[in-house]
């Protein structure tokens, strides 16, 4: 991951700030990682993509079933990338999925890069947000082992079943990885 870390913050640096990067991809391939290291190196905002997952009563059947549908990325653009676009502070509120309810509000504050990690970032309705986006894969028996290691084997079914067909959907029907500015393999 080291060199494309590095190719990444060059990457970085050559485009125009203030800076909008989105890291989507699989589960379990490294986006957190990847994105925390970014915040180490650069200060920059960070924002989960995981915040904005859809809260019980948007969770349709209708909804569920559109490739990416399961994100609540209305709200990610309205409170989150809209006045980020514009230069402007802005209060939002994550959505926990363990709880089932919002967590305490988070201001965040302009800043030359802010990056928008999780998957569905690079979801079609975001898409004109970012100036830079990032495909991060890993190949599937690596994901399930890394999986298992981070949530444990009862989740691991859960992640089979339903969230990797849910995510690979998406990436199939809207071309995520190929429209992505740069692809990161971290299955190696």
Known sequence: MN???????ELIKLREKPLIVAIDGRCAAGKTTLAE???????CNL????SFFLRP???TEERLNTAGGN????RLANEVLLPLKNGEAFFYRPFNCKTMGFSDGIRVEPNA???????YS?????????GLRVF????????????ERRNGADALTVFRERWIPLEEKYFAALNIAERCDCLLDTGN
Request: charged share 25%; net charge negative; aromatic share 10%.
């Open 122 to 130: 690079c979801h079609p309705a975001l898409w004109e947000f970012y």
């Open 3 to 9: 060199n494309a870390f590095s190719v990444i913050t």
């Open 37 to 43: 290291r970014l915040r180490g190196l650069t200060g």
């Open 47 to 50: 924002i989960h993509a995981d």
């Open 136 to 147: 991060v894969t890993v190949d599937p028996e690596e994901q399930l082992k890394r999986i």
């Open 113 to 119: 890069l802010t990056i928008v990690e999780g998957s």
């Open 57 to 59: 009563e948007q969770r």
């Open 71 to 74: 994100i609540d990325y209305e």
